[in-house]
């Protein structure tokens, strides 16, 4: 049950906007094996003065913060990564301003339904791919 934050400069094109979404999707079932329905994705457009670019980048800059359950191999990370990158370059957004953080709390540290910690209520799919 990945979550998906996705940063970014205001008066991006909205079908940009929704583009990455499933570029970001479709790459996490791909590389992670999530399943298609598991979807929980935010986009924050924030204005220069709650966002700064990097001095290298462009107004196409694309922070993306990914909230997943740990567990997944070294080179599933590396095919999300590159997944992600591959697909949002079809968008217009170069790779070079693309910046992926992917954060894996421990299970006991989610909740995602009738209040039990997920490591108490195992995921019905599997993270060691």
Known sequence: MPIVKVHRGPGRPNEENRGIFAAVHEALVAAFKIPDHDRSHLLFELDAA??????????????????????RSTEAKRALYAGIVERLGKLGIPATDV???LHEPP???????????????????KLNV
Not at 110 to 115: K, L
């Open 99 to 101: 910046f992926i953080i």
């Open 50 to 71: 709650h966002f700064e670019l990097p001095a290298d980048r462009t107004a196409a800059y694309t922070l993306i913060e990914i909230l997943a359950f740990p567990g």
């Open 107 to 125: 299970l006991e540290n989610w909740s995602v339904r009738n209040g039990l910690a997920s490591s108490d209520a195992r995921p019905n799919f």
